[in-house]
């Protein structure tokens, strides 16, 4: 007896006894039980996945990068451009590039060319108008109808958004200014409460941001002016005057056509 109890002494207080009642598909090793103590994995605990995002990290990075090439005209329409070529000039390999180039070609930004890379879309004031017009269809009646619903308390959350767009401006930073801007929309628009909505208008602006073949890009006095038309609707829109509201409005889309 006095053996018996000094056995149940030793044993450690986390380890958990098996008796002859215990099922053996639940009974724990003693050597598992050390791993376990350890922190380690055993055969019954598969080890966690590790987490594969660097691929996808890489390819999002370099879509950035194509994306602020072309805003900025560094990727010129008409020219074509090889994946390898673009990876080396970013310092990557050919495959993110690619991959980032397939997501421009769904996006009507550039054209795949077979055994020789992907071509910078030409486009022309033409569509440059269409997608203006589809943009004010979507975005004119939503912003209309936010300026006589929304309280002027949320559209003061809104002023970093804009006052950015006139900091890219001011410096002529076309690729920051082209994200900015979107950025501002996207929050006006997102008020609406309508996702879908929100996904679409984002769509088609970021296409009309697109350069157009044999025109020069945007001027920095543009997009200055472009910047103060949103600082301007956001004053109204606190001041809830819906005529310059409206005014304004228009006027922003009916530029963005020229």
């Known amino acids: 007896m006095e053996q018996g109890r000094a056995r149940e002494?030793?044993?450690p207080p986390y380890a958990p006894v098996a008796s002859a009642t215990t099922p053996a598909s639940v009974r724990v090793p003693e050597q598992a039980r050390g791993e376990q103590a350890r922190g380690e994995h055993t055969h019954s605990e598969p080890p966690a996945p590790r987490p594969a995002v660097q691929r996808h990290s890489v390819r999002g990075q370099i879509l950035d990068a194509l994306r602020a090439a072309l805003v900025d005209g560094q990727l010129v329409p008409g020219q074509v451009y090889s994946a390898p070529a673009l990876g080396?000039?970013?310092g990557v390999s050919a495959t993110p590039v690619r991959e980032a180039m397939q997501q421009l070609a769904i996006e009507g930004a550039v054209e795949v060319v077979p055994n020789r890379g992907f071509?910078?879309?030409?486009?022309g004031p033409r569509e440059l108008a269409e997608l203006a017009e589809v943009r004010a269809l979507i975005e004119v009646?939503?912003?209309l109808r936010l300026a006589r619903t929304v309280?002027?308390?949320r559209w003061c959350a809104l002023r970093p958004l804009a006052e950015a767009t006139v900091?890219?401006?001011a410096v002529g930073d076309r690729a920051s200014y082209a994200e900015s801007d979107r950025a501002f929309h996207g929050a006006v628009l997102a008020l609406c409460g309508n996702e879908q909505l929100v996904m679409v208008a984002d769509d088609l602006h970021r296409r009309s941001q697109w350069p157009l073949g044999n025109t020069p890009a945007s001027r920095r006095a543009d997009l200055l002016a472009d910047a103060?038309?949103?600082t301007a609707l956001l004053d109204a829109l606190i001041a809830q005057d819906l005529n310059v509201v409206q005014a304004l409005v228009r006027e922003h889309f009916t530029g963005a056509e020229s």
């Open 9 to 11: 002494q030793a044993r």
């Open 88 to 90: 080396a000039r970013f």
């Open 119 to 123: 071509r910078v879309s030409q486009r």
């Open 141 to 143: 009646p939503v912003m």
């Open 151 to 153: 309280p002027p308390a």
């Open 167 to 169: 900091a890219a401006a």
């Open 228 to 230: 103060a038309e949103h």
